[in-house]
């Protein structure tokens, strides 16, 4: 191979000044993850299972403000503990449900 020439390289070469865009938390789990499927997975729940989970961890709430009161206050703390019972055994039908009573299946269909 013969160089005729040589061209000359400028060394005053200004490069395109791009703003680094700051990369969000997410992105970074997402990069160490090896199989990203396991981030953008969907996975159906029926609506009653779902209200099921929100009165259980309600019902926690609630147990956890009542144990973190000072014992004066027994009418607000029993108040507490009868609402949390409550709310619990809400949940308890609400999961039940689907497994219960028949025609009512406690899977979803995607459509």
């Not at 160089?3 to 400028?10: A, D």
């Amino acid at each position: 191979m013969k160089i005729n020439s040589i061209q000359p390289i400028n060394q005053n070469i200004t490069f395109c000044a791009q703003t680094k865009q700051k990369r969000e938390f997410i992105d970074v789990i997402t990069d160490k993850i090896k199989n990203p499927r396991d981030v953008d997975d969907c996975v159906a729940v029926p609506r009653g299972i779902f209200k099921a989970y929100i009165l259980l961890m309600s019902a926690s709430s609630l147990m956890l403000i009542s144990s973190a009161m000072p014992k004066t206050l027994k009418k607000t703390k029993m108040i507490l503990n009868i609402g949390s019972a409550v709310l619990s055994a809400t949940s308890a039908v609400f999961f039940a449900k689907p497994f219960a009573l028949k025609g009512l299946s406690p899977t979803v269909k995607k459509d």
